[in-house]
């Protein structure tokens, strides 16, 4: 009497992935588990960005125009505006970092540093409102380690982003000069002498008399 062996299981490829499929389709837990594992997949995918990737600038906005500029004028671009362009100023150089919104901008976790000079709060790594100047900073007072970090922010800024220009000084408001001052003051007074004088000088009369000025 022939014994009829126990059934074998088909382990090849084919079989392997039709039993996978047919398990898959006939469960759907096993669908919607397969759905967000391929979610998260793609979200660790895409948000995998090397931090020194080559700069691309951002077609969305027109490159702005190379030229200096100071405190005041960088002020404005903090992000905010609705262009949401934002400039920072490292080591006197003004950058464009719009590219790098997501630190630099608002929501940012640097982004107090948004249309500022941002070199004294990255050469103390201190992100307070305090720390920043509202005026021009020479940055003399930092130490050469400080210095040091500076440059090396400064550095990165180059390879990352694009410079407009440098970090200039603002003008010193324009004031006359010391002969100009004198010159001005003696016209002052030869003006009222001359009104004076002649308020007071007595007149002569048609036949040589003198008249005495009249008063009032």
């Known amino acids: 009497m022939e014994t009829k062996g126990a ?85 006197g150089k003004v950058f464009d970092v719009t590219r790098g919104k997501k630190f630099y901008g608002p929501d940012g976790p640097y982004g107090i540093f948004a249309g500022r000079d941002a070199s004294r709060g990255l050469a103390t790594f201190a992100l307070s409102e305090e720390v920043l100047k509202d005026g021009y900073d020479d940055l003399s007072d930092l130490s050469p380690m400080e210095m040091d970090s500076v440059r090396e922010w400064e550095t990165q800024f180059m390879m990352k982003y694009d410079c407009i220009g440098k970090l200039i000084k603002p003008e010193p408001e324009e004031k006359p000069e010391d002969g100009e001052k004198e010159k001005v003051s003696s016209v002052t007074e030869k003006a009222v002498g001359d009104e004076v004088h002649s308020e007071t000088t007595p007149e002569e009369t048609s036949e040589g008399d003198v008249k005495k000025p009249s008063s009032e």
Do not use: H, W
């Open 7 to 91: 059934p074998t299981e088909d382990l090849s490829s084919g079989g392997f992935l039709s039993k996978f499929l047919s398990d898959l389709v006939d469960s759907p837990v096993n669908l919607a588990l397969l759905g967000v594992c391929g979610y998260l997949l793609y979200r660790v995918l895409k948000g995998r960005r090397p931090d020194d990737a080559p700069y691309v600038p951002d077609e969305s906005l027109p490159p702005l125009p190379k030229r200096d500029m100071t405190v005041e004028e960088i002020r404005p671009y903090d992000g905010k505006q609705p262009d949401g362009r934002i400039l920072m100023a490292v080591n």
